[in-house]
């Protein structure tokens, strides 16, 4: 299987609002990190805009060769917005204010029809959605009830502690995923030290949605050469 490098510029438009100027600018990155091979380009608008604003989704959405997937809350500021732009993807997470990342997947558990109602709107826009969960049996299984074909798992609790246990929850979490029909995408806090030791554990995995450390290694790295790395990673 092939599995497909999504890029996440989020972190280049950090860099440029921290002056509140014009560059980096996170198009110019997302052409960088096509033309190195990425799949797809991945962006997060949050309700702070701390990071990407408006007119990049709409700059991206104009721009971008491959695919457009855009993760935001399931608010209704977001899908006027995601409704104007309307990427090829949506990727539905949660976001608590003033949290410094993303702190967890989407409870679809605790509220499958809401988000089935919210995700139908954006279907019915020729929009297709993924929603990012923590890797555990009642969240796919809501996720399915909510009538999404995609879930991307959140690997920030294996990233941040490296506990074995929970690597074999996500890869449990991808076979029951798939065994339902899901496609399955990964991402949060990937970097090139452990990257690796997820697509073996758990090679149905089809997409991988990198930012933050991608990034920052195209700091030492250069863009283009940062990208190239992950994606021998996921050869
Ligand atoms: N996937 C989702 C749903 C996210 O919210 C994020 C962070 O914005 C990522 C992937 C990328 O995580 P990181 O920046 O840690 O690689």
Same mark, same amino acid.
Do not use: N
């Given at each position: 299987m092939r599995r497909r490098l999504g890029v996440n510029v989020d972190h280049v438009a950090t860099l440029r609002q921290a002056r509140q100027?014009?560059? *980096?600018d996170p198009l110019a990155a997302a052409l960088v990190a096509e033309r190195a091979g990425a799949a797809q380009i991945t962006v997060h608008i949050r309700g702070d805009r701390r990071h990407v604003q408006d007119h990049d989704l709409h700059r991206l959405a104009a721009s971008v060769q491959t695919l457009l997937n855009v993760e935001a809350a399931c608010t209704e500021e977001m899908a006027a917005i995601l409704l104007a732009v309307r990427p090829h993807r949506v990727t539905l997470v949660a976001e608590r204010p003033g949290?410094? $990342? $993303?702190?967890?997947?989407?409870d679809v558990a605790a509220q499958s029809a809401e988000v089935a109602v919210f995700a139908a709107r954006l279907a019915a826009a020729g929009i297709h959605v993924a929603l990012f969960i923590d890797p555990d049996a009642p969240q796919i299984d809501a996720s399915c009830v909510a009538g999404v074909d995609m879930v991307e798992l959140n690997t920030a609790r294996w990233a941040e502690t490296g506990d074995r246990a929970e690597l074999l929850r996500l890869a449990a979490a991808t076979e029951r995923a798939r065994s339902r029909g899901l496609s399955v995408a990964a991402g949060h806090g990937l970097t090139l030290q452990n990257l690796r030791e997820l697509v073996l554990a758990a *090679?149905?995995?089809e997409e991988y949605n990198i930012g933050h450390a991608l990034v920052a290694d195209a700091v030492f790295l250069g863009l283009e050469t940062s990208v190239r790395r992950y994606l021998e990673l996921l050869a």
């Open positions: 100027v014009r560059y *980096p949290e410094v $990342t $993303t702190e967890g997947g989407l *090679p149905a995995i």
